[in-house]
């Protein structure tokens, strides 16, 4: 247990979640409503989780326990002498100063940039340019899904292990190996992958382009 929970992944997890509150969130009671799920996800073993990471829902309870303790913490350091109110306002700009900085550890700067009109967002333009906007299920990589939730039933296409994709109407594949747990499947493995949809009777390919391909499912 012990190398589970000191291993600088969750070392880095615990630090830029308790840096989202200038860590006056951990000094009052109701940040222990957020412990058993800070608890669950550190000890996750698997050393790529997601929950070992503030990009993901997972945190979501934790910060929120966090946040909901900082005005008590605020109001104790603050006291009720003379100019606690000038005392609670600085205390509280440095917590909103210390959540803007964690901000800039969850969102890169590359992270950033692809909001913008990058190659990258243009060939997911294209790419889902393909999709009918009302396709009831479609399977694409994990960084295009946030543009596909009007759709009912979404998969990933990239991270195939334990759901593989079978049946579903659109599905967009990369190429390359996933990038969600690149080390799980081997390459021969990624290949096969492929290669079921591919040689599929059941699919055919409508659009190629920059290593993706569109794969539409025959009636």
Same mark, same amino acid.
């Given at each position: ?6 291993? *600088? ?44 990471? *503030? ?28 100019? !606690? ?55 694409? *990589? ?17 991270? *195939? ?7 579903? /109407? ?10 969600? +747990? ?7 493995? !990624? ?13 055919? /390919?409508?659009? +190629? ?11």
């Amino acid at each position: 247990a012990a190398s589970v929970l000191l291993a *600088p992944i969750k070392l880095s997890y615990v630090w830029q979640i308790a840096r989202s509150s200038g860590f006056l969130g951990l000094a009052a009671l109701p940040a222990l409503a957020g412990a058993p799920y800070a608890g669950i996800n550190v000890l996750v073993t698997s050393p790529g989780a997601a929950t070992a990471s *503030p990009l993901y829902h997972y945190s979501l309870l934790v910060v929120a326990a966090l946040y909901a303790a900082v005005p008590r913490t605020l109001a104790r350091l603050a006291g009720s002498g003379a100019g !606690w109110r000038r005392r609670q306002f600085l205390l509280a700009a440095f917590v909103l100063a210390m959540s803007a900085s964690a901000a800039t550890l969850v969102f890169s700067g590359e992270t950033i940039r692809s909001l913008a009109g990058t190659p990258e967002v243009e060939l997911f333009d294209r790419l889902l340019s393909h999709i009918p906007e009302d396709a009831e299920s479609v399977a694409a *990589p994990s960084r295009m899904l946030p543009r596909l939730t009007h759709h009912t039933r979404l998969y990933a296409s990239d991270r *195939p292990q334990g759901h593989e994709p079978i049946g579903v /109407q659109w599905i967009i594949l990369a190429e390359a190996p996933g990038t969600y +747990h690149p080390g799980e499947w081997s390459a021969d493995q !990624w290949a096969a992958y492929l290669d079921k949809f591919r040689s599929s009777p059941d699919y055919e /390919q409508v659009y +190629h382009d920059a290593g993706y391909r569109i794969l539409r499912r025959l009636e």
